[in-house]
Nanobody
Framework: QVQLVESGGGLVQAGGSLTLSCAASGSIFSISAMGWYRQVPGKERERVATIDNLHRTNAADFVRGRFTISRDNAKKMMYLRMSNLDAQDTGVYYC??????????????WGQGTQVTVSS
């Protein structure tokens, strides 16, 4: 059974930094693509960044250069390092996982989400 548990959310001032973590359980973590999505108020849920089984990364234009996704297969962990945060980054951030090694289509597994609030 696959479980994804996010942590690291919280309140941060604009311009600050925050690192989200995702702990994954279940098998074949190392060969699965992983990613972060977010739901910001008034907008559709959107893909933030992905990392595939070869550690190749991709990030949305609105976070490129500010957010960095990474993973540690030995620990079954994924991270999202966020810097230069602004109020528009406020929302719920979800850890996700695909059933394959590439992030095509929508992920199969979702965590419960962690709230990030950026105060201006």
């Amino acid at each position: 059974q696959v479980q994804l548990v996010e942590s690291g959310g919280g309140l941060v001032q604009a311009g600050g930094s925050l690192t989200l973590s995702c702990a994954a359980s279940g098998s074949i973590f190392s060969i699965s693509a992983m990613g972060w999505y977010r739901q910001v108020p008034g907008k559709e849920r959107e893909r933030v960044a992905t990392i595939d089984n070869l550690h190749r990364t991709n990030a949305a234009d609105f976070v490129r250069g500010r957010f960095t996704i990474s993973r540690d297969n030995a620990k079954k962990m994924m991270y999202l390092r966020m810097s230069n945060l602004d109020a528009q980054d406020t929302g719920v951030y979800y850890c996700t996982r695909w059933s394959s090694g590439v992030a095509l289509g929508e992920p199969v597994y979702w965590g419960q989400g962690t709230q990030v609030t950026v105060s201006s």
